[in-house]
């Protein structure tokens, strides 16, 4: 069964947790069907409404995950109580587990190569029954895309990580998910690098109390012009609650 689907600042958004998404990709899979997975946060909602390709893209993705605290808090607001945050990185973990426990093969598309290569033997040395059907470095250019698609399908895999960061990995799904025989197409952004070591997520503290994001943005200052969408974010839902 389709997830409920609200619209937070006129943009969609799933209503799942851990445990429904990974059911829902699972069903997905046994029923021989194709979804793609994006992960929403309110840097993603601004975004969309400044970019209709991407905004279209949402629109038609398979499942769009409440991947940060604010896209949570604002469908609160909205009367609409979303279990927990679903993040990226941890459900592209879940789908790994469940691969594992169902012999699934999983492609990793993305990142550099030795990042790339460390997150397979990484995930491989957590889940040793794992089946990486095949991986590629996110460094090819568009000539390449064929080869890329041939190889993903010819490795039989069912779910794709694909980590070319976004906007870029929502792009390269829409325009190749038709000719790629995989159920689950996952944008995931940083994930690998997170696997691989080279990222650190934020301590638990800090994850509890839903400050993630803060952490990021002090560990990495260079993201701070993708922050400022923050305040913009607030702005909207707050407006939009009071017009409603
Ligand atoms: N990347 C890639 N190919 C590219 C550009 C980026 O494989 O042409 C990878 C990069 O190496 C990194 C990931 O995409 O592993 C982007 O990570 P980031 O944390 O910036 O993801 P985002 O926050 O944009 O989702």
Redesign the pocket.
């Known amino acids: 069964m389709q997830p409920e689907r609200i619209k937070i600042c006129d943009v969609p958004l799933d209503c799942v947790d851990m445990k429904s998404a990974v059911d829902h990709l699972n069903s997905v899979i046994t029923g021989g069907n194709k979804c793609s997975v994006f992960a929403m946060n309110p840097e993603k909602v601004i975004f969309a409404n400044k970019n209709n390709e991407i905004k279209s893209i949402l629109s038609n993705a398979g499942l769009l995950i409440p991947d940060g605290i604010g896209v949570v808090l604002a469908a609160k607001l909205q009367g609409v109580k979303i279990k927990e945050r679903v993040p990226g990185c941890e459900l592209a973990v879940k789908l790994c587990e469940l691969a594992e426990k169902n012999n699934y093969g999983v492609f990793l598309l993305?990142?550099?190569e030795e990042?790339n290569l460390i997150a397979s033997e990484k995930l491989i040395e957590k889940y040793p029954g794992l089946r990486i059907s095949g991986r590629n470095?996110?460094?090819f250019t568009d000539e390449q895309n064929g080869e890329i698609v041939k190889k993903i399908n010819d490795s039989g895999a069912h779910i794709v990580l694909v980590?070319?960061?976004?906007p870029?990995q929502e792009k390269w799904i829409e325009k190749h998910q038709h000719e790629i025989n995989a159920n689950i197409l996952q944008g995931v952004?940083?994930t690998?690098?997170v696997i691989a070591g080279n990222v650190k997520r934020a301590p638990s503290l800090w994850r509890v109390t839903h400050l993630e994001w803060l952490y990021r943005l002090l560990s990495q200052p260079q993201r701070i012009f993708r922050q400022t969408a923050l305040p913009t974010f607030v702005w909207q839902v707050l407006t939009s609650k009071v017009r409603s």
Not at 163 to 166: I, K, M, R, T
């Open positions: 993305g990142a550099k990042t470095n996110g460094y980590a070319l960061g976004s870029k952004g940083g690998l690098d």
